[in-house]
């Protein structure tokens, strides 16, 4: 598909114009005005140096991009059901903050400690809308607890949060995608557990979250594409391309993309969140991040890691307290390392994890020598366990935790595994998973049938990635 992208604008002078504006929500109207219309944005891009354009009341009007589409500038506060439609480039000047929950919360659940109700919001994003964050800036979107995204594109029209510059190809331009929830995290399950207060101080400056209601919904990502994310918002601090922060298992996330994030592609704070069909390309940091107790489902899982990649495939971590560990399970992944680490996946400071019907492996030209580093996991065979895992690189830790290596796992042109081994691993069972590893807290209901190791299958018939990310990718 032809993605368009937006062009920023330096500014346009004095002259007599027309600005659309509205007299309603939704109703527009044309004013004759004589003013000078300034469109810095205070990035390197620019927006397009058009007519006024033509959006809603509750957005503010910006020129016209260069290809003619109206572009529109999200309020920085969202505090009722907006829905963004395709037919209008979104385009984020600072921070977008859905929702009002992100405040210090009472015991009682939708209720601040002010004493002010939690104002639930739904933003709806419309198939093949696009988002754009002012380059060079640290834009980004922020769902907070009670409040929803149900972001739903399609295979053939994703959505797609990118910075405002020309193509798809910059790194940290701005910032991402921050979700929140009710959700457990292991800050809170204490002996004080539902005594207290959860309020963990979360991701990117982004205010609170955390709760107890495991099952909360933060709403729906599918066919969403984060590009281009990972602003410095301080020194050292870069912000993932997708963060889930105590997000709840009702939540359904279902063919993502996250490339050329310079910091991690998708990282999990605590919460149950679970997805399937994810794409990680480019990060600069760590592909997949978790921490805090996540306890979520993943599955069909695509990582391809950047030659110049400074972190790992996964970085399994759990701190807050032990008493409630991340112990997420991922099947059907294939894992590419490359970048400057020798090991692909780092399980640290006693962080669980089950992975099943899986291919670890690496780029030619990549250092990655050891393919899992579990040295200091000392949980592994209990919470720690890999079942049914192929892979052509040593393991550094638990001997047993991954098969002695093969000589090549053999990746086809659709990142498929044709190695023997791959397609005799027979059918995943997370039932019998469940009742092996009473550590194993898997939802059965959650995967699809599956015979073979990797995120695509061997003869071909499930391509699921194409058509929909970002070209030149993958």
């Excluded at 053939?156 to 949060?161: A, E, G, N, Q």
Aim: hydrophobic residues 40%; contains cysteine.
């Amino acid at each position: 598909m032809k993605f368009k992208k937006v062009m920023l604008a330096t500014a346009i002078s004095s002259a007599l114009v027309v600005i659309v504006g509205c007299t309603g929500d939704g109703d527009k109207s044309t004013i004759n005005i004589d003013e000078t219309i300034n469109n810095e944005s205070g990035g390197t891009g620019s927006v397009g140096i058009g007519d006024p354009s033509s959006c809603p009341a509750w957005a503010s009007s910006r020129p016209i991009d260069s290809d003619g589409n109206d572009v529109c500038q999200v309020p920085a506060n969202i505090l009722e059901n907006r829905t963004l439609t395709s037919d209008i480039v979104w385009y984020m000047e600072a921070t977008v903050t859905v929702g009002n929950g992100n405040g210090e919360m009472s015991l009682t659940e939708g209720t601040l400690e002010n004493g002010d109700d939690v104002t639930p919001v739904l933003l709806s994003i419309d198939a093949g809308t696009e988002i754009k964050g002012a380059t060079g800036s640290f834009a980004n979107m922020i769902i907070t607890r009670g409040s929803q995204i149900q972001a739903v594109g399609t295979a053939s029209l994703p959505i797609i949060f990118s910075s405002a510059d020309d193509g798809y190809d910059g790194s940290g331009e701005w910032g991402g995608l921050i979700l929140h929830g009710y959700g457990l995290h292991n800050e809170c399950l204490t002996a004080n557990m539902g005594a207290v207060a959860c309020n963990v101080d979360a991701e990117g400056e982004s205010g609170f979250a955390g709760g107890y209601s495991a099952d909360d919904s933060s709403g729906r990502l599918e066919y969403v594409v984060v590009t281009e994310g990972g602003f410095e918002f301080s020194t050292g601090n870069e912000i993932n391309g997708i963060s889930f922060v105590a997000v709840g298992s009702g939540t359904e996330v279902d063919y993502i993309q996250v490339d050329s994030n310079a910091d991690d592609g998708l990282e999990f704070y605590g919460g149950s969140v679970s997805a399937k069909h994810l794409v990680i390309t480019g990060a600069l940091d760590d592909s997949v991040d978790w921490d805090e107790g996540w306890q979520g489902n993943l599955q069909h899982v695509l990582v391809v890691q950047s030659a110049d990649s400074e972190g790992n495939a996964i970085e399994a971590d759990t701190e807050g307290t032990l008493d409630f560990l991340s112990k997420p399970t991922i099947a059907n992944a294939t894992f590419i390392g490359d970048g400057e680490q020798e090991t692909l996946a780092v399980f640290k400071k006693t962080s669980g994890g089950f992975v099943h019907h899986s291919v670890f492996t690496s780029a030619a030209s990549s250092l990655v020598t050891t393919c899992v580093d579990s040295s200091v996991a000392a949980i592994s065979g209990t919470e720690l366990v890999f079942t049914n895992v192929v892979a052509d690189c040593t393991t550094s830790g638990d001997v047993n935790l991954v098969p002695a290596p093969i000589a090549d796992v053999d990746l086809d042109a659709n990142f498929a595994s044709q190695a023997v081994e791959s397609s005799s691993v027979g059918a995943l069972d997370i039932v019998d998973i469940n009742a092996t590893y009473s550590e194993s807290v898997a939802d059965p209901a959650f995967f699809d049938a599956s015979d073979y190791a990797g995120a695509v299958n061997p003869d071909g018939s499930d391509l699921w990635y194409q058509g929909w990310v970002i070209e030149g990718t993958l």
